[in-house]
């Protein structure tokens, strides 16, 4: 019963703003949603080198949180949690970018890596073994398992923006980016169907049902180190699948 009158009182605040655009109106909106704010940057930061400060997250991602406030319309039928998300998320990622703080070398070593894992899949028609992939770059597996480790920073951005719980409403995009966005999400789904079965279980877990790589360990009874070495090469194959309609994802 408390949830409904709490959310009824929201829907008020909502049609309230609407209609005056008052300030006290706004900060009790942004009072209310600014857990959406604390929840995307935990999930990012969950795959950023620890230098990366998360207050700094959380301040990017106020601003696309002002950002939703501003450009929502209730009247729509469409959630608000599930718009806010998208412009947090974009925040964070659009500031992330601007610093580029991932090395040159570390990106070059990831854009080996997706090509080489792309084209072998593509050539054996399945996923490919550490060992194949291994053989592939010309290293023994456990230099490919040091590499993987290298390469985790890199792999927090492409799929945060192609998640289906996450994506901006039509209302929102025109004609052409809705094509596109449905184009990249069959892709996706079909190639998240043929990934090995632990990686596809760690992209479902964390992507669609929301949990973190250390609840997922839980789950699978594996180390959070080892469930973040599955979501890595998880994403480069996914990436990969990807490439063939999106030229970057970064």
Do not use: C
């Amino acid at each position: 019963m408390k949830g409904s009158k709490q959310a009824s009182e929201i829907q008020d605040l909502w049609l309230a703003y609407q209609q005056s655009k008052n300030i006290d109106i706004r900060e009790r909106l942004i009072q209310n949603y600014l857990g959406l704010v604390k929840l995307v940057a935990g999930r990012i930061a969950i795959g950023l080198p620890q230098h990366v400060d998360k207050d700094d997250l959380i301040s990017n991602g106020f601003f696309g949180l002002l950002e939703a406030i501003e450009r929502f319309d209730p009247g729509k039928g469409f959630k608000f949690e599930t718009y806010a998300v998208a412009r947090i998320r974009g925040a964070i990622l659009d500031a992330i970018r601007a610093q580029d703080w991932v090395p040159v070398a570390i990106r070059q070593k990831a854009r080996q890596y997706e090509q080489t894992v792309a084209k072998l899949e593509h050539e054996l028609g399945r996923s490919a073994s550490d060992f194949e992939i291994a053989a592939s770059l010309n290293i023994s597996t456990s230099e490919l398992n040091e590499l993987i480790t290298q390469l985790k920073a890199t792999t927090i951005i492409p799929l945060e923006e192609f998640t289906k719980s996450e994506t901006v409403s039509n209302q929102y995009t025109n004609p052409m980016q809705q094509v596109e966005t449905e184009e990249v999400k069959d892709t996706l789904s079909k190639s998240i169907d043929k990934l090995p079965e632990k990686e596809k279980i760690v992209i479902t877990l964390y992507y669609y049902e929301g949990l973190t790589l250390k609840e997922i360990s839980v789950i699978l009874k594996l180390s959070e180190a080892r469930i973040s070495q599955l979501h890595t090469k998880a994403v480069f194959r996914l990436r990969g699948s990807l490439s063939r309609i999106k030229s970057s994802l970064i």
